[in-house]
């Protein structure tokens, strides 16, 4: 259900809005043509979902390349974000989470991931840095950090990109087809950062125009014993258009209503 303005409306059991506070909502819709108008009244009985367990989760906390299957369905992945508010907020020790290709190589340093059931909102941030990344056309190569804080979106938005994954959320520092771009409108903030370049360091030159970042936060069915899994994938496309990417573990959340 939404309100005209196109937002949801919230039942939380646990919090019930109406008078007598039993969960039970007396809705009543009209339909008019300008002339006759006609009511319908009915009520709405707001059950209990099952609290989403930190449990459930696997512990695979900077496991590269973790392996776990994608949901099938949007509706499936929305039956298994039942009712709780998971929050992940994670720092990788020194050397883990990280991937290269061909000599270029990124890494995730530290993660943070919000997704609310009830409201279903995703609120995603990550630091990394990456080593050997060609900018300048490709005639130097340039090691750094980035930094990616995104405000908090609702999950219709990524099911209508291009190529949507259920439990997927992509975002980019810039326009990317299937991804959501930084917008500073909306709060995020995107840095890319060079500190040495072809091995000189003493740098802080911004390489935002040589370097395009692709951020993911994704929750899927684990391969072990419990049933969900959570990572992050991190990938720097350099000017030469050549990728280099990285997906760890980000472990068990946090769990709270």
């Known amino acids: 259900m939404t309100l005209a303005d196109g937002s949801p409306i919230v039942f939380d059991f646990e919090n019930p809005q109406d008078s007598d506070v039993n969960n039970i909502y007396q809705l009543t819709l009209s339909v008019t043509d300008g002339v006759d ?29 973790p392996s ?27 050397g883990a989470g990280k991937a290269c290709n061909a000599g270029t190589c990124v890494k995730v340093d530290a993660v943070g991931l919000v997704y609310k059931t009830l409201g279903k909102t995703v609120k995603f941030n990550i630091d ?22 995104f405000a908090a979106r609702t999950v219709s938005e990524f099911s209508t990109l291009t190529g949507a994954v259920p439990g997927k959320f992509t975002f980019s520092s810039a326009a990317e087809i299937g991804t959501i771009a930084a917008n500073s409108v909306l709060g995020d903030s995107v840095s890319i950062t060079a500190n040495t370049i072809n091995g000189v ?16 936060a994704q929750i ?4 072990s014993a419990e049933p969900l899994a959570a990572v992050v994938n991190a990938s720097v ?10 997906s760890v573990g980000i472990g068990q959340p946090s769990v709270g209503n």
């Open 201 to 216: 360091g003493g740098f802080s030159t911004d390489v935002s125009s040589d370097l395009t970042l692709i951020l993911e």
């Open 128 to 149: 990394g840095g990456f080593e050997n990344a060609k900018i300048n056309g490709g005639l130097d190569l340039a090691t750094g950090l980035y930094s990616a804080d």
């Open 220 to 223: 899927g069915k684990g391969t």
């Open 68 to 94: 776990f299957t994608s949901f099938g369905s949007e509706a499936e992945f929305l039956a298994a974000m039942t009712d709780g508010t998971l929050t992940w907020n994670k720092t990788f020790g020194s």
């Open 37 to 65: 108008t006609v009511l319908k009244t009915f009520d709405a009985t707001v059950i209990d979902q099952p609290l989403v367990l930190a449990s459930n989760f696997d512990n695979n906390f900077g496991t590269i390349n």
């Open 237 to 246: 496309k350099d000017s030469s258009d050549t990728t280099t990417s990285v």
